[in-house]
């Protein structure tokens, strides 16, 4: 009996993409804070076995619906199958900077009609509360460092961060037109890193685009060599400048954000909070990092900028700390000790 009050109590969120990296740690965070999860994933950039990496650290594996978001009727019928959803926390999109380049039109499509279906589910639902992933590349290469939530939103290096922008502000706009709905956007910087228990982590589709995946599959032997795109550029070691962060501080923030609306802390039925560190690292320090960490001399190359790419940035966080209760506080060292373990874990698993 106390089982079924238990599960009567518990308050419901449906996290969409929560097989994929940021989604699967914010489901171990929300489990181990008490919230029922179900998840929404079409797998198209994640894998059925994240659910049992969730099971293997929370005991509990959520409920999960194989379904793409764009289909509306489907979606409807998911949500009518649920019942009372408490929130939504809106994890799935294509997020391939360079891939988005190469077709935008089905990163417009997809990511912006799954949105949309998103906040129609809210209003025929009547489910009220909203995590909306976002990003930093919103900022573009801002003028003056850190970027605040004031920093101006500038043109996006690529229909990837065009989605992210035109994404704010449909829920923006959408929320001033629900007084009774609450949504906060959290732009994230960059999220590294892996579970500790190496039972989840990042698992990126063929060649990494992103730096930390690329480093550990370079030490493992996977890669042949990691190239560094420019050492020409003004900073103090002449590579890029980025704000890094561990996942489970990333995922941490969203439970604090959901239970800041869920309990009424809201100062307003839209906010956006910047999610980092507030320290920039560059790709020559974070080799490094990963070199000490794990005892490995990485084979890597200088060679020439990658298009899109910007200079430098990172965050201001201070606003989350005061209104989120909220600091990352996982050093690089400790991100890179825990992306090494998943991708020794990965080998192995292979074996
Ligand atoms: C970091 C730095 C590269 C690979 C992107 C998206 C952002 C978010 C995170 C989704 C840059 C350098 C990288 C390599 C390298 N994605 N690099 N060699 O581009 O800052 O952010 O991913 O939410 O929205 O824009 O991350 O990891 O690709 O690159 O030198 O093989 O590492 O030039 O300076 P980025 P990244």
């Known amino acids: 009996m106390a089982d079924i009050l238990e599960s009567l109590m518990k308050k419901k969120v449906i996290v969409t993409g929560g097989t994929g990296y940021i989604g699967s740690h914010t489901a171990v965070e929300l489990i181990t804070g008490g919230f029922e999860v179900v998840i929404i994933d079409n797998l198209y950039n994640s894998d059925i076995s994240v659910l049992e990496g969730i099971r293997a650290i929370t005991g509990i594996t959520p409920k999960f619906y194989d379904n793409d978001l764009c289909d509306r009727k489907r979606l409807d019928e998911i949500f009518t199958a649920e019942g009372k959803v408490d929130a939504i926390i809106h994890f799935a999109a294509y997020k391939a900077v360079g891939e988005s380049v190469r077709k935008p039109l089905e990163y417009y499509r997809n990511n912006l009609v799954s949105l949309m279906n998103i906040l129609e589910m809210m209003e025929s639902h009547n489910s009220h509360a909203l995590v909306f992933s976002s990003s930093c590349t919103v900022y573009g290469q801002p003028d003056t460092l850190p970027v605040t939530e004031a920093s101006p939103v500038r043109e996006a290096a690529s229909p990837y961060g065009y989605t992210k922008q035109a994404g704010e502000i449909i829920i923006r706009d959408t929320m001033a037109s629900r007084p009774s709905h609450n949504a906060v956007s959290l732009r994230y910087f960059n999220p590294i890193g892996a579970h500790p228990t190496a039972f989840i ?113 990172w965050a201001d966080p201070s606003l989350a700390n005061r209104e989120l209760g909220w600091m990352a506080e996982i050093t690089i060292e400790e991100a890179m000790e825990t992306a090494w373990r998943w991708e020794n874990k990965l080998k192995n698993k292979g074996s």
Request: proline share 4%; net charge neutral.
């Open 201 to 313: 982590g990042e698992l990126p589709r063929g060649v990494p685009e992103n730096l930390v995946p690329y480093i550990t599959q370079t030490a493992i032997g996977l890669r042949e060599e990691l190239k560094v795109f420019g050492t020409d550029y003004d900073t103090p070691d002449g590579s890029c400048i980025r704000d890094y962060l561990h996942v489970v501080d990333l995922a941490k923030a969203h439970v604090a954000a959901l239970k800041r609306m869920l309990d009424g802390g809201s100062k307003a039925n839209y906010e956006v909070f910047n999610l980092g560190m507030g320290k920039g690292v560059s790709v020559l320090e974070a080799i490094a990092a990963f070199e000490k960490v794990s005892g490995v001399k990485l084979n890597y190359s200088i060679t020439g900028r990658r298009a899109g790419d910007i200079e430098k940035i």
